[in-house]
């Protein structure tokens, strides 16, 4: 059992930055990998980005080239830094990490709202 909290979502403008955080409540060395997902109301979550346990990454194309992710072992943290934010990256960004058997545990979720 893993519990993930999210923060640093909020409020930015167009071309701006945030730098999302997950903290999990254990140990994320045996995790296979985790990752970003984002939502809108009403709607099915897309990926944005994940790491493996190994370090490889993978990003969405919406993703690429603006957004990084990373993960700090010691601090049991994964990290999303968006650069060059949008209005239309304004989400709910959902944290997420597979176990080593596939279970998947998740975030509650942090808004982000780009202002054009």
């Known amino acids: 059992q893993v519990q993930l909290v999210e923060s640093g979502g909020g409020f930015v403008q167009a071309g701006g930055s945030l730098r999302l955080s997950c903290a999990a409540s254990?140990?994320?060395?045996?995790?296979?990998?985790m990752g970003w997902y984002r939502q809108a109301p009403g709607k099915q979550r897309e990926l944005v980005a994940t790491?493996?346990?190994?370090?490889?990454?993978y990003y969405a194309d919406s993703a690429k080239g603006r957004f990084t992710i990373s993960r700090d072992n010691g601090k049991n943290t994964v990290y999303l830094q968006m650069n060059g934010l949008k209005p239309e990256d304004t989400l709910v960004y959902l944290c997420?990490?597979?176990?080593?058997?596939?279970?998947?545990?998740w975030g509650q979720g942090t808004q982000v709202i780009v202002s054009s």
């Open positions: 997420y990490a597979e176990s080593a058997s596939g279970r998947a545990y």
């Open positions: 790491i493996t346990r190994g370090g490889s990454t």
């Open positions: 254990r140990s994320i060395g045996s995790i296979n990998a």
